[in-house]
């Protein structure tokens, strides 16, 4: 699409202007605010370029025009500055031009912008009679003529419109159009006669990447004196971190070549040469050549004060060291705790293994006098089920009394995996919850069980109790 806009309005400006008071560079894709104000402070950082244009060798010193510009973005990113100074001297005239620039930025949307600008300065104009060559050197005319020199003041006008690689642009110097006047005779004056400068370019990139792109570019400049139109398209090959090389045409003047490299960083250095095609070319046989030296200077990174950021970061590195720390710390307790739970599952399944079987009858080489002393009976104790229900007659194999019942609880939910049938009684007596691991009708049956508990060294303070309910 942009290609398509790019051709469209290159064949509009082609078709519809002419020129001539405005110098004609070769290279001015490189500096294009030596024509159009609004360019200024195009790029980032800051842009020097100076042109030196020469040629008519053949005649007298020739035509010679010297421009140096520069411009750079302000720090709102919108506003552009600038100066251009141009000279250029022919004959016994020279001219000399300085102005101050400033451009302005709208931005259309992400890669879109529209830009004005604006040049005011002063125009020197000099004629220098002592140069002159005549055919009656006693003409008073000649012998009264010491010179004479004007300087007025000037405006340059601009705007430019790009869309991501795409560039169009309008400019109007000398736009007061003023009128410098010599000695006393109204007749002799030199204008300052307006003009319109139109360029378009087009960088098409093969591979954005390595900076390898065409760059096709054409510019009219349109005279409202009437002098011819001119227009000039330049077709440029670049590498853009290298060198460029390109070619041009000059509208019934010359073919134009061109080339360019990266001397150091930043410093590009160009040559352009006119190989003239019209009829002037008998009579021209010294160079029409152009130079041109640009330095972008970078953008100055501004320095920012991190004091505070990198005091916070050096505190979230404390507390991450910290924080790490303990976490090495949990982690090796948590293995200890891991190794701990292991060990103790282990003898519980072991113990699990010896457990007898729901009804089986424990062996009979179980030898109950270990746990003979363990037998406990109270004729005052008087037990029973959470449920109200009395207890009934038997040996209990209880692992432990407690006052609080939370605290029962949480012994039988400790143990109610390895030991289903555990559960909890009360003693009306003393008001003490036990924790009951076995239940049995039988003094020999409830003596080993206790013997296997107590030799599993799983739970303190196991002992059997021997329980017959008391009389109402």
């Known amino acids: 699409m942009i290609r398509i806009l790019f051709l469209c309005v290159l064949m509009a400006i082609i078709s519809t202007t002419h020129a001539q008071q405005a110098p004609l560079y070769n290279q001015y894709h490189i500096a294009p605010l030596i024509y159009n104000p609004s360019y200024t402070g195009f790029n980032q950082g800051v842009d020097v ?15 010679n025009a010297n421009s140096l510009s520069a411009g750079t973005i302000l720090r709102d ?9 141009y000279s250029d001297y022919v004959g016994i005239t020279s001219k000399l031009n300085a102005h101050l620039l400033y451009s302005y930025r709208i931005k259309l949307g992400e890669e879109m912008n529209l830009r004005f600008g604006v040049g005011a300065g002063v125009v020197d104009n000099r004629i220098d009679f002592s140069n002159i060559i005549v055919t009656d050197p006693n003409d008073p005319v000649v012998i009264t003529a010491i010179g004479d020199r004007k300087t007025m003041f000037d405006m340059n006008v601009g705007l430019n419109f790009n869309y991501a690689d795409l560039r169009i642009g309008v400019s109007m110097p000398q736009v007061l159009g003023s009128k410098l006047l010599y000695s006393d005779n109204t007749s002799s004056f030199y204008t300052l006669e307006r003009q319109l400068v139109s360029n378009v370019g087009y960088s098409w990139y093969i591979n ?8 096709p570019e054409a510019l009219i400049i349109y005279s409202f004196a009437g002098a011819p139109l001119h227009y000039s398209a330049n077709l440029m090959f670049e590498l853009e971190k290298i060198a460029w090389i390109g070619v041009g045409y000059k509208s019934n003047y010359a073919v134009s070549f061109n080339l360019g490299v990266n001397v150091i960083k930043n410093l590009k250095f160009g040559l352009a040469y006119d190989y003239i095609i019209n009829d002037v070319a008998t009579y021209s046989s010294k160079p029409n050549a152009e130079i041109i030296l640009k330095y972008s200077i970078p953008p100055r990174v501004q320095k920012v004060d991190n004091t505070d950021l990198e005091r916070r970061i050096a505190e979230q590195d404390r507390e991450i060291d910290s ?14 705790r891991i190794t701990e739970l292991e060990k103790e599952n282990q003898v519980l399944k072991d113990s699990l293994a010896k457990w007898p079987k729901e009804g089986a009858v424990p062996p009979a080489t179980v030898d109950t006098s ?12 008087y037990f029973v089920e959470l449920n109200g229900n009395d207890t009934p007659n038997g040996y209990f194999v209880v692992t432990g009394a407690f006052a609080q019942k939370s605290n029962a609880d949480a012994l039988i939910r400790k143990i109610k995996s390895k030991y289903p049938n555990a559960r909890i009684i009360l003693n009306k007596r003393n008001n003490l ?34 329980y017959i309910k008391p009389a109402k």
């Open 77 to 85: 990113g919108n506003s552009g500055i600038g100066i251009s100074l």
């Open 323 to 336: 924080l790490k720390s303990v976490i090495i710390t949990n982690d090796q307790n948590a293995k200890m």
């Open 370 to 381: 270990a746990t003979s002393d363990v037998m406990i009976s109270n004729s005052g104790d």
């Open 49 to 63: 370029t100076l042109i030196r244009n020469q040629k008519w060798g053949n005649y007298g010193e020739g035509f």
């Open 433 to 466: 919850y036990y924790v009951v691991l076995y239940h049995s009708t039988e003094k020999g049956e409830g003596l080993a069980q206790a013997d296997y508990k107590a030799k599993s060294n799983l739970i303190e303070e196991t002992w059997v109790l021997s």
């Open 208 to 215: 954005r990447e390595k900076g390898i792109l065409i760059n």
